[in-house]
């Protein structure tokens, strides 16, 4: 890779880097990162309508819909209720919970070779730093 002293370019790059462990080691389960993640905020929110989970998870609808749409199709989730498109619930079938418990190991591995890596002064600076970065948007 070329270098670059360009902020989104060097995120980008490390977004890549950083997702493509999760997805290795959740590759077992049959979900990537942003499944998993997806898996997760359904876990904690319950039923909450397509506009609540995305907005939970900083995600457009459009972009929450196409990947509701591939774990509805493997079984771990269900899409029902609501009087439109906007205020239909989601939520985690028993299939759904299987795969996110299976899940969570994978992902606990990954959070603390990283968390390893980085030491806990890096660790800690770095989710401060992307704190601040959520808060720009």
Known sequence: MLPTPCLCT???RATRSVSRLYDDALAGVGVNAAQYALLRHLERLGRPSITELAEAMGLDRS???RNLRVLEGKGLLALGG???QRS???CLTAAGRTCLDEAKAAWVR???QLGQRLGPEKRATLLALLDEL????
Do not use: M
Request: charged letters at 35%.
């Open 63 to 65: 972009t929450l819909g």
């Open 82 to 84: 609501g009087e439109d």
């Open 10 to 12: 060097k995120l980008r």
């Open 88 to 90: 239909r619930l989601v």
């Open 110 to 112: 990954v959070q603390e």
């Open 134 to 137: 959520e808060s720009l948007g």
